[in-house]
C-alpha cells in the first residue's frame, strides 16, 4: 500500500493519527475546564457568591486556554513528529503555556485583591485601617504584575535563539552603557523606591484627604511612578510619587476620619459671647453631622475695628466637617443680624460738635 505525502512528508494515516490525538487532548482540556466551571458553581451554596463569581470571571479564560494547552503538550509524546517540526511546535506550546500560566497568575492576584476589597470595605465611617490595608494591597499587586510581565517576557524571548545572542552582546558590553543606563533609570528607581516607602510606611494612603498644592482632595489611586488626587470639583491632580517624600503637604485623615471644624466671625466689641455658645449648642444639639466630640465658642483675637470669635465643632469625617462649618455659619450669621445687627462689623466715625463748628462758621 503506497501513501501520499501530504502533511509536512508525513503518509496521511500518521498525520491523521496525530491530528486525532490532538483533538482529543483539547477536547479532555475543554471538558476538564467545563467540569471545574460547574464544581466552583456548585460549592456556590456553601461559599460566598461573590468569591465564586471573581473566581469564575477572572480565571474562567485564562484557565479555559492553559488546561487544552497542558494536555495538547503532553500528548506530543504520543505523536509520530519529525525532530524539526516537533521542535518548533514544542516552542509553541511552551511560549503559550508561559503566557497563559502568567495570565493566571495575574488574575489569581485580582481575586486575592477581590476578597480583601470586600473584607475591608471603605464605606465606613472610620476606615483607617481599611485604607491601610489597601494602600499596601495595590503597591503590591502593582509591583507583582510588573514583575511577572517581564519574566514572562524574558523566558518567551530566551526561546529565541537570537534573542539570546542580543542579550549575551549586551551584557558584555555593560561597561559603558550600564553607566548610561543607570543614570536614566536613576528616577525611575527613585520612584519605585519612593513607592515601596510610601507602602509600607504611609504618610499616605487610599481615600486619605489632603490639602496639596493648594488644593483639597481624596487620594484616588497610587501606582509605582505616581499618585492621583481627586479634587473636589472631580478635576485629577496627578503628582509623582516622589512629591510625598521630597515636599510638605496636609493629611487630615493621617491617624483618624474625625476632624475638627473652624468657623470664624468678625464682629463688634459690642457682641454678647454667652449667647453665642447657646445657639451654637442648640444648632449643633439637632444636627446629624456633628459628632459629640467638641462644641466651643471663644474670643481668640481682637484687632483694631472687631473682634475675632472662633466657633470650634467636631464631625466623623472631613466631608461632613465640610458641610457642618458652612451650616453653622450661615445659621450664626443669621442669627446675629436678627438679634444683635448693631455687634454687625462696622467703621465709626466720630464728630465733636465744638470743633464743627470752629471749622465751618456758617454752622449754626
Known amino acids: 500500500m503506497e501513501y501520499i505525502d501530504d502533511f509536512f512528508g508525513y503518509p496521511i494515516p500518521q ?44 480565571l474562567n479564560t485564562p484557565i479555559s486556554i492553559f488546561v487544552p494547552l497542558l494536555l495538547l503538550n503532553i500528548s506530543m509524546s504520543g505523536m509520530e513528529l519529525g525532530k524539526v517540526f516537533r521542535a518548533q511546535f514544542g516552542r509553541v506550546l511552551e511560549i503559550s503555556l508561559t503566557i497563559t500560566f502568567a495570565m493566571i497568575l495575574v488574575r489569581s492576584i485580582k481575586v486575592l ?60 558590553g555593560v561597561g559603558i552603557g550600564g553607566i548610561i543606563i543607570g543614570f536614566a533609570a536613576q528616577k525611575s528607581l527613585g520612584n519605585l523606591l519612593a513607592g515601596f516607602q510610601i507602602a509600607f510606611t504611609q504618610p499616605i494612603r487610599i481615600d486619605d484627604v489632603l490639602i496639596v498644592e493648594g488644593e483639597w482632595g481624596k487620594v484616588e489611586e497610587i501606582t509605582l511612578t505616581y499618585v492621583v488626587v481627586n479634587i473636589w470639583d472631580q478635576r485629577r491632580l496627578i503628582l509623582p510619587i516622589t512629591y510625598f517624600i521630597e515636599k510638605p503637604f496636609q493629611n487630615w485623615t493621617r491617624v483618624s476620619a474625625q476632624l475638627l471644624g473652624t468657623v470664624f466671625l468678625y464682629l463688634d466689641y459690642t457682641i454678647p459671647i454667652p449667647p453665642l455658645r447657646e445657639k451654637l449648642t442648640s444648632l449643633l444639639t439637632d444636627h446629624p453631622l456633628w459628632d459629640k466630640r467638641v462644641n466651643v465658642v471663644q474670643l481668640t483675637d481682637n484687632k483694631e475695628l472687631n473682634v475675632e ?26 442669627f446675629i443680624r436678627e438679634n444683635y445687627p448693631d455687634s454687625l462689623p462696622k467703621t465709626r466715625l466720630e464728630f465733636n460738635g465744638n470743633d464743627s463748628k470752629k471749622d465751618n462758621p456758617l454752622l449754626p
Do not use: P
Not at 496525530?18 to 458553581?41: E, P
Not at 465643632?313 to 458652612?326: E, G, I, T, V
Open 15 to 58: 498525520f491523521i493519527q496525530n491530528l486525532i490525538i490532538g483533538i482529543t487532548a483539547v477536547f479532555i482540556g475543554l471538558l476538564v475546564t467545563f467540569v471545574i466551571r460547574k464544581a466552583f458553581k456548585f460549592f456556590s451554596r456553601y461559599w460566598a457568591t461573590f468569591q465564586i463569581n471573581s473566581i469564575i470571571t477572572r
Open 113 to 172: 485583591e477581590d476578597f480583601i476589597y470586600h473584607k475591608f470595605d471603605l464605606n465606613k465611617e472610620d476606615n483607617l485601617k481599611e485604607r491601610k490595608i489597601r494602600t499596601q494591597l495595590q503597591f503590591i499587586r502593582k509591583l507583582l504584575v510588573s514583575i511577572i510581565v517581564i519574566l514572562t517576557a524574558a523566558i518567551v524571548l530566551l526561546n529565541f535563539e537570537s534573542m539570546r545572542k542580543i542579550g549575551t552582546g549586551l551584557l558584555t
Open 309 to 334: 470669635v472662633r466657633f470650634l465643632m467636631s464631625a466623623r469625617n472631613s466631608s461632613q466637617a465640610f458641610d457642618l462649618r458652612c451650616f453653622v455659619r450661615e445659621e450664626m450669621i443669621a
